[in-house]
Structure formats: structure tokens, C-alpha cells
């Protein structure tokens, strides 16, 4: 098999971060971006002109018309079923950036339709591939703590859009910051802990920012006892770290503030400092695709799939039902 032919849909801010993964991974000679589409013209033609891609959309359903194997969709949440879907009927592999969609009724029917026309259905949650996370996946998985008993994640960021960006939009969006950002640590936190059967969820708007939540903190209960605290925010002025994971074990804990620390008995028994552990720069983006094709190329399964990205999107949502209620709700598995 030749390099798989890719069509690039949506040409905006985190479609950057996917065409910078495209011309690493163009020097390996595996994939082929064939088309870029967009609603704006000028964006697409960028895009296509950084990517040597020969042709240039408006229109989504002419680059399906394309012979593409496969395309990637950055675009705003609320389309991401619509295309997908066009892309699953016009038999293309499917790689689509986080949330898979704003509703878990649009989630079911791409996991469905993938399955069907036995296509590669992957959900863009890059941190799995971040080899931070990697490495604390892989010493979660031989012991290293012990039994995770509770974890904290945060993500800390200055949201400022201008006023017309699509992500302003609740509707749009699903939401605010929790769907936009926090997704990617509901994401880890399962892959790390498992399936999540409960949150309680406190959000704060700041309607100079976004219509939906500025400020989320989310508590979540694991099926296995863990229990974990997210807080995500767009309205940090002074960030002191973007993204924090501190996992706490049985037997000792890790975190990731300035390189991944371990902490154990064994490692350090008389000394409280953490260890920090080398480990490979790789871009997350990059990474994710590479997987994305290998899965095309072989018919593997990806590791965030379908169902996965469903998983994720259903405890952002219960988070969405406990802001609005005011207590506790159950994750709809």
C-alpha cells in the first residue's frame, strides 16, 4: 500500500497543529494530503499551499468526492457527526478532533456507521500519545504506585477569542471550557483509572470571555473506588503550569509539573524529592496521526476509538446535567 491519501477539512487554529504533524510526517513518506476544505477560502488555500496539497475546497462534500482514503476533521464540535457521517458514506476513514461530537445520540450513530462499512473511526485525544502520559500509563500498568486511590488534573489556560469565533458559542461549542479543554483530562483520567460513574460538577461564566462555563471544577468517581478532581480554566492571566496530572497510589505517586516525577518507597525511602524520569520529545499531534494511519494501513483498532471518545464525552456531559442541577449525577454509560 502507498502512502494514504488524506483530505484535510477545517483549515483553522488546531488544524495548525495537524498540518505541522503532516509535513513531519511527509518526510517519511506516509501520508499524502490531497485536498484541503474550508468555508474560508484564504484559510484552506493556506493550508493546502503549507501541505503541497493540489486541491482546495469550500465545500466538504467535494473533497469526499475526491479518491482520498481518509480524512481529518477540524472543525467547529457541532458538525463534527455531519461530516464524519458523509465521510463513513462516501467510504473514508475517519479521524476527527475531540469532543467525536456534542450529543451522545450523534456519537452512537458514528460508532455505528464506522462499524457497519468497516472503517477506522479515531477521536483526536493527542495526550494519550504524549510520551509523558505514555510513561505513566506504563508505570501505572506494572505497579508502580500501587492502587491509584485519588487523582488531581488541571488545565490552565487565557482564553481570549474574538467575538465572532465559533467557539464563543455554547451550541456550538457543547458548552464551554470543559468540553473544549477539560475533555482531554476526562479522557486520561479514564485511561488511567477506568470508567467514571459519577461527577459533581460548580462552573463559572464570564460572558466577556464565552457564553459557556469559563471555570469548571469537576469531582468524578471511578467504578474501581478512585476518585479524582479536575479544574479547568481559560481565565488564568499568569499560568502556572498549562497542564498538571498528579496520580495518587498505595505505594507512592507521580505528577508531570516540569518532567514526569516518580515517588515510591522503594525508589526513595528516605527522602521526599521525586525523581524525574528522561523521557523522548515527541509531538502528541504527530504521534496521534502516525497511529491513525498505521491503524488505516493494517485495519488495527485505534486506541482512542468510537467508543472512547464516546466514554469521555458522556462524563463531560453528566458534568453539564450536575452544574444544572446542582448535585451529583450518574455517567450514562
Known amino acids: ?38 468555508t474560508v477560502a484564504s484559510a484552506a488555500a493556506t493550508r493546502a ?24 476533521i477540524c472543525l467547529p464540535h457541532d458538525v463534527h457527526a455531519e461530516v464524519a457521517l458523509a465521510a463513513i458514506a462516501r467510504g473514508k476513514h475517519v479521524l476527527v478532533e475531540k469532543p467525536v461530537a456534542t450529543t451522545l445520540e450523534d456519537a452512537e450513530h458514528m460508532i455505528r456507521a464506522a462499524h457497519a462499512a468497516g472503517l477506522i473511526l479515531q477521536v483526536g485525544h493527542n495526550e494519550r500519545f504524549d510520551p509523558e502520559y505514555q510513561e505513566m500509563k506504563r508505570l501505572l500498568t506494572k505497579g508502580a504506585v500501587g492502587t491509584v486511590v485519588s487523582a488531581r488534573a488541571d488545565h490552565n489556560q487565557n482564553v481570549r477569542l474574538p467575538a465572532a469565533h465559533w467557539l464563543r458559542s455554547a451550541a456550538r461549542s457543547g458548552g464551554g471550557a470543559l468540553i473544549g479543554s477539560g475533555i482531554h483530562r476526562i479522557d486520561l483520567l479514564r485511561w488511567f483509572l477506568g470508567d467514571v460513574e459519577e461527577v459533581y460538577n460548580v462552573q463559572r461564566v464570564l ?26 480554566n481559560w481565565a488564568v492571566r499568569r499560568i502556572p503550569w498549562y497542564e498538571l496530572m498528579w496520580l495518587y497510589g498505595t505505594d507512592g505517586s507521580m505528577h508531570n509539573v516540569g518532567g514526569l516525577h516518580l515517588d515510591t518507597e522503594a525508589r526513595s525511602p528516605n527522602a521526599l524529592d521525586f525523581v524525574l524520569q528522561p523521557l523522548p520529545q ?48 450518574a455517567v450514562v454509560q
Open 282 to 329: 515527541k509531538d502528541s499531534f504527530t504521534e496521534e496521526i502516525r497511529h491513525f494511519l498505521g491503524c488505516v494501513a493494517h485495519g488495527r483498532r485505534p486506541l482512542v476509538d468510537g467508543e472512547e471518545g464516546r466514554a469521555a464525552l458522556a462524563v463531560c456531559l453528566a458534568a453539564y446535567r450536575s452544574a444544572a442541577s446542582g448535585g451529583p449525577e
Open 49 to 72: 499551499h503549507e501541505l503541497s496539497a493540489p486541491h482546495v475546497f469550500s465545500d466538504y462534500r467535494d473533497l469526499l468526492a475526491l479518491d482520498i482514503d481518509a480524512v481529518d
Open 207 to 232: 460572558p466577556e470571555r464565552l457564553e459557556g462555563e469559563a471555570v469548571a471544577l469537576t469531582t468524578l468517581r471511578f467504578r474501581n473506588g478512585a476518585i479524582a478532581s479536575l479544574s479547568t
Open 1 to 38: 500500500m502507498g502512502p494514504i491519501r488524506i483530505g484535510l477539512i477545517g483549515a483553522g487554529g488546531i488544524a495548525g497543529a495537524h498540518a505541522a504533524a503532516y509535513r513531519r510526517l511527509a518526510a517519511e513518506g506516509l501520508p499524502n494530503v490531497v485536498g484541503v476544505c474550508d
